[in-house]
Every structure is written in C-alpha cells, then in structure tokens.
Nanobody
Framework: QLQLVESGGGLVQPGGSLRLSCAAS????????IGWFRQAPGKEREGVSCISSSDGSTYYTDSVKGRFTISRDNAKNTVYLQMNSLKPEDTAVYYCAVGLRQAGCVMSNFGSWGQGTQVTVSS
C-alpha cells in the first residue's frame, strides 16, 4: 500500500533552519514527480517546491528561492526539503505529494499525499 510520511517539523526562531523528510513505502519513489506543498491557516494550499524524476529539475516558488532546497535520496526512498533562513511567513503545515504527471508544481498533478508536518516560525 502506498504511503507517504512527513517528519522534521517543529518550532524554530526566525532565521533558523529545519529539514523536512518524506519517506515513501509500498512503492519506489524513483519514477515519480515529487512536490512539497504548504497550507497556512486561512490560506490556500500552495506549491513550495517540486522535483522531477526524469532529469532532476527543480522548481521553487518565489517566496522561498535561495532559502529552501529540495532533494531526493533514491537509495533511502526519501525526499527532503532543507529550509534555511526561516521567516514567520513560512509557518504552515507542510505536505509531501507524488504524481505521475511531471508538469507544473500544482496540486492537480499530484494524486498521493502525506498527512503533513507542522512548521512554526516564531520568536
């Protein structure tokens, strides 16, 4: 059975760092388009970063460029999101998702989702 489990969230001060992990089980992550999304209270879910399986190309939303890095470790069947220089505006529940359609970093291209991990940036 396909499962995605996010971990690594928590409470950090502005300027701090966190690394989120998305562990896949029941399937091999190598062949999937992978995305990190987030949803803050009262806000729509947005695509943060995506990475393709074909050529490893990446996408980042403008608000996180230069601060976040997405990567994958096929041997561990895990995807990571390294988040540096965190801001209060980054506070949200972060979700990992996978899909077969390697197109834009939008929710419609992803069919399987994890349960999310909370990231809170506050002083």
């Amino acid at each position: 059975q396909l499962q995605l489990v996010e971990s690594g969230g928590g409470l950090v001060q502005p300027g701090g760092s966190l690394r989120l992990s998305c562990a896949a089980s029941g399937f091999t992550l190598d062949y999937y388009f992978i995305g990190w999304f987030r949803q803050a209270p009262g806000k729509e879910r947005e695509g943060v970063s995506c990475i393709s399986s074909s050529d490893g190309s990446t996408y980042y939303t403008d608000s996180v460029k230069g601060r976040f890095t997405i990567s994958r470790d096929n041997a561990k069947n895990t995807v990571y999101l390294q988040m540096n220089s965190l801001k209060p505006e980054d506070t949200a529940v972060y979700y990992c998702a996978v899909g077969l359609r390697q197109a834009g970093c939008v929710m419609s291209n992803f069919g399987s989702w994890g349960q999310g991990t909370q990231v809170t940036v506050s002083s």
